[in-house]
């Protein structure tokens, strides 16, 4: 049996506890820079709340803080939650920040509660991330917009040191597949490739998958009390 076959069948739990583990690993272990889909996507909306799940060490969430969001970052590792509450009170936006300690498999976000919800890479199985990206969408509300980004599956080809999950990616069309037929405009659904460097410090081209849908229509029973 092939490793990547291992993976498929036997796939990885990354659960609190994992993510705890590898965040005390370091002092840091993502760059503190936002996004870069975030950042090309959101610049030009109007500020107003937003909803961001898997905040990580808060560079997104404090990023929009920065530009008038007030902004919700859920996060399963307490590890990174009180590194990225830190993180925003050196960057004295803490006011505009609600951390919460919620596992995204589970937590059920307000219907229509966000003028912008974002998730970037929260990679699970298919079976957990399809009901992840309809309660994403159901938080939206009218007139607001939802951003998915996430690995494409095409960097399954490529020599990225990466878990061998077809199952875990998704392209754009999967996630604009479970929004709601005539309650949404699909204004970017796309791959797009940017350059990354991979552990060994070699440079190459990946892609991501890129959805931004603006809601034109409330929740059916919605209600945002």
Do not use: K
Not at 31 to 57: H, R
Not at 75 to 94: F, N, P, T
Not at 133 to 157: F, K, M, N, Q
Request: hydrophobic letters at 45%.
């Amino acid at each position: 049996m092939r490793a990547s076959d291992f993976e498929e069948n036997h796939p990885p739990v990354f659960d609190a506890a994992f993510w705890d583990a590898r965040y005390s690993e370091a002092d840091a272990i993502w760059s503190g820079n936002p996004n870069p889909q975030l950042v090309d996507e959101v610049s030009d909306l109007t500020p107003g709340t937003a909803l961001e799940i898997g905040c990580g060490e808060g560079a997104d969430a404090i990023w929009l803080a920065h530009r008038g969001w007030q902004v919700t970052a859920t996060e399963l590792s307490e590890v990174a939650l009180g590194r990225a509450a830190a993180h925003a009170e050196a960057a004295d936006v803490a006011d505009r920040i609600t951390f919460r300690l919620a596992d995204a498999t589970e937590w059920v976000p307000p219907a229509g509660a966000f003028d912008l919800v974002t998730a970037h890479f929260m990679h699970l199985p298919s079976v957990q991330r399809i009901p992840l990206h309809e309660r994403l969408a159901a938080a939206v509300a009218p007139g607001g917009t939802l951003l998915v980004v996430g690995h494409h599956p095409s960097d399954l080809d490529t020599d990225m040191d990466r878990m061998r999950l077809p199952d875990w990616l998704f392209t754009a069309s999967d996630v604009a597949a479970v929004l709601e037929p005539g309650a949404w405009t699909v204004l970017v659904e796309e791959e797009r490739a940017r350059t990354a460097v991979d552990p060994e410090g070699r440079s190459l081209t990946i892609h991501d998958a890129v959805l931004r849908a603006r809601r034109t229509a409330a929740v059916v029973g919605q209600n945002r009390s």
